[in-house]
DNA sequence: TTGTAAGCGTTATCAT
DNA sequence: ATGATAACGCTTACAA
């Protein structure tokens, strides 16, 4: 019974069924289904046929029809409070390249312009019985939702740095801050401002806060004591490094002689602003971020590097893992950094 | 009849169903189905009540079932070539909003690492029975792609330029690229270079010809003849930029005193190249865009402005109302373009 | 190796 | 307004 063409009542809407296809080479759908999924116990000859024969119909299983069956949707959901900016976007290419090669789909859930009613996400349009893990970009996740995600059951993976209670893949926010201060104390500046990312927001969580407090280590370390005023906040943007340099630089007294930038952009929107102001980097003032930005190597700028999209593939890979059977496969890992020297950095004027 | 309790053999993976609503509620799982779906023909004191137990249970329906049962998956796919780049980027957010508003999921078909066995995304993971639209993100189809998309029966549309044989949503590439060239024009430039896109990749299909010909009739029209070598192709990144400025710069004989770029991302590579050359821009040379790029302004680069976000928005409203039922609401549209003078363009010098 | 048939959780038709 | 119930297309014991 039941070829498509003598389909019922609600939608035609479906195309070449298992059935079709089982018909057309004389099996049944058991059968079919074994063959096209590759699974063993399928006679060479009976394989190749309906191969075929599903190839000639042009049979592609629905995908919510096995879900059903399978209780799988072989889909993973990133969760992202953006997509446009690089962090973002190189991580999501990153998760791509594994979901493509094991043959996952990839459904995007962007906070983007709507961050604030999140709770929506998971309880309607998200999560439950849509995907099968889910990597988190980025974001600290509150209690409940942590509870809500495990109550699902769904293998999780934070990507971008550190959060409480759940695996999480990113740099060592701490060294890698570190490193940076500290190359420029190792140039010969005393006088090191700070533009950091904002702890206001949950975005990034707890990576700010540790960006800051390296910072002030080496510093306190160095024997040095920033002033007041020189620690700006920004929010990991362009135009957020250009207001802090101009809050920096607007400031009375003498000025720093570098900067230390928690993020690229906000590196460069320092670096465009000091321009506009007729400050010369590095001649007047160094200038380092942290990312490793696409634009960076050609602006010159000097970052401590870090590769979002190794850590989403990497995250991806242990949910997929995980999703395998492979207990234990998600857990916390360390991502490297590396400071890239350039020219955005030089010794203090004497 | 089944509570979750009670599961059988296969995955106890599915948490609460209709029919645990429908037993606590003490109604049937039609009338759960109507109630939750805010269907009509449910009296309120039943639909609330029913509301408060699938609430208090946490129920969330199965995507996949419903899909299964109604032939729709409430997801549309977005296929893009890159996502880690501007227009792209800018296009899912946009996308995202829409879909995000009308409770659509949006899958994401990147192919950017894969970018050469695109078959595969036809064939299996993708699109078939997967999703209820695609929106195309800058790329021409073949015409073998087009007819499978167009067999399935699912709405369809291109952002981000033309494209035969399917609705399109993109700027007036022609119009954009010559007001950008007689801008420089106006300015009195005579000696006016050209970076291309790439017209080999069908990343961007018909873009990159249509601003080379623009920039073609413009010159001609103010009868102006540009060197061979003149013209330099790029791919829209950054580097290219770069690099065809260096092939530009490299060339004996006298220099260009302008240059028009297909993308801001190729302006700002000749830019930091120029600078890196020590060409002053706007003094010994005019530079210009077409996007309005992120950093645009920071940069003080001229531009054509267009945005991305806004024509996937749009791209993506008409899919849904095609989906909706209103037959004929995907159509081509053709998106604003304007030229914003910034910093980076001014008369030659005399 | 292959077939039979019972689910999987919804939706939609048809009664009531 | 509500309830039975037959699909939807696939997977997977279990039987053959």
């Known amino acids: 019974m039941a070829g498509s063409s003598e389909r019922s009542q609600r939608g035609g809407h479906t195309g070449i069924s298992i059935e079709d296809v089982a018909a057309a080479a004389g099996v049944s759908t058991a059968t079919v289904s074994r063959a096209v999924r590759g699974l063993p116990k399928v006679s060479p000859v009976t394989r190749q046929k309906i191969l075929e024969v599903a190839a000639s119909l042009g049979y592609v ?55 604030g009613n999140r709770v929506r996400l998971f309880d309607k349009t998200m999560v439950y019985k849509q995907i099968d893990a889910l990597l988190v970009l980025c974001m600290a996740l509150s209690h409940e ?15 971008g740095g550190h959060v409480e209670e759940c695996s999480y893949i990113g740099i060592d926010d701490y060294a890698a801050a570190s490193v940076a201060v500290q190359h420029l104390v ?45 620690e700006q906040w920004g929010d990991f943007t362009l135009l957020s490094g250009q207001d802090a340099f101009r809050r920096i630089w607007n400031l009375p007294g003498r000025k720093p002689t570098a900067i230390f930038c928690a993020s690229d952009e906000m590196a460069m929107g320092v670096i465009f602003e000091a321009a506009r102001a007729g400050v010369n980097v590095p001649g007047e003032l160094s200038v380092i971020g942290i990312d490793d930005h696409d634009f960076s190597e050609a602006m010159g700028l000097t970052t401590v ?40 950095t030089a010794p203090p004027r004497a």
């Open 61 to 115: 299983a629905s995908s919510s029809a096995s879900g059903l069956a399978t209780g799988r949707t072989r889909t993973i959901g990133i969760l992202a409070p953006f997509v446009s900016r690089w962090f973002f976007s190189k991580a999501i290419e990153g998760a791509d390249r594994e979901l493509y090669a094991r043959n996952y789909n990839l459904s995007l859930y962007n906070l983007g312009g709507h961050g």
């Open 145 to 159: 939702e942590l509870e809500h995600l495990h109550k699902i059951e769904i293998p999780l993976i934070v990507v």
């Open 186 to 230: 190792d140039l010969g500046h005393r006088d090191i401002a700070l533009v950091h990312g904002d702890n206001q927001t949950d975005l990034n969580f707890d990576v700010p806060r540790v960006r800051i407090l390296a910072y002030h280590d080496v510093m306190r370390k160095a024997g040095l004591d920033p002033q007041p005023g020189w």
């Open 305 to 344: 590097a870090q590769r979002p999209d190794e850590q989403a593939e990497l995250a991806t890979k242990m949910l997929l893992d995980e999703l395998d059977g492979h207990v234990g496969a998600v857990k916390s890992a360390v991502a490297r950094h590396e400071l890239i020297l350039r020219a955005t």
